[in-house]
């Protein structure tokens, strides 16, 4: 019986070792070209939709600047000079292409390894509630990460600014010198870096995009005759406009308000010019220059401001 048995082992094993090729053979030629083709489609499909995302997102931020631009003459010359925008654009497209492309990734990934899970015979109902559990777990402890993203993507497809502009968020303000998707770096005027987490940006004040406003008050004497001082400073803001230095900064023509503001022995003439982002500082310094060497030449006055006496006290002299 023995020796039966023991003859009969060697034939059995030898069954099966025969029956084991056929049985792979099978498997892959059902489940293994499942996985093959899995693999292939997830790996076509990450390529086509990362450069269809890459041709949307540029032709997108491309056709916004081609508005912005369009505005006026100015703003086409000094982009097209400065080179400015184009770095803006560049950033932006990097950014949400690279967001978008990482989220394709992870997502068609994520399925395709999945299915290939189902097609090793795994049970994914276990796998995919506690996937469900972590995910829940995750929003709940990463809630402000999440809406850090959620505003930085918001804030580059809105364009609400970009590397360079001046702004104000409340908080801080200043030049912008990085923008991530979490947070924004700031430069203020006394050197001071700020980083700004982009969800606890509730407003921000733009002062760089489209164009800006020079404002200049004049004071002159109260005695002095308006008009003629109307005449001299719309002779200045039309000699600077035409100003091969300033012309290319200034979008249109200063306008000349007239009077402001009458206060003792002061008259208060004020001038608006609209100018490219962040030149009206240079633009009002030289507006009051030029109307100072102006009123010296026509021998306009200045308001004359009379001493205060002290409290309890009298001015003695002449006045």
Partial sequence: MLRAILGASPSLD??????????????????GLRILLIVVVAVVL????QRAVTRFVRRAVDSGLTTHLGRNRATRVIASATGALSERRRQRTETLGSVLRSLITAVVFGVAFLMVLSEFGVD????????????????FGAQSLVKDFLSGIFMLLEDQYGVGDLIDVGEAAGTVEE?????????DPSGVAWYVRNGEVVRVGNKSQGWSTAVVDLPVAYTEDVEKVLGIIREVAHTMYLDEKWSPVMIDEPTVAGVEQITGNTVTIRVFAKTEPNEQWGVQRELRERAKIAFDRAGVRAPQVFPQAPSGGTISGTI
Wanted: net charge positive; no cysteine; aromatic share 4%.
């Fill in 14 to 31: 030898t069954r099966k070792l025969a029956g084991l090729p056929d049985r792979l053979s099978e498997w892959l030629l059902t489940h």
């Fill in 46 to 49: 990450r390529w086509v939709l």
């Fill in 124 to 139: 994914l109902a276990p796998l995919l509630a506690s996937a469900g559990v972590a995910g829940v777990a995750l929003g």
């Fill in 179 to 187: 923008v991530t998707l979490r947070v924004t770096k700031l430069r």
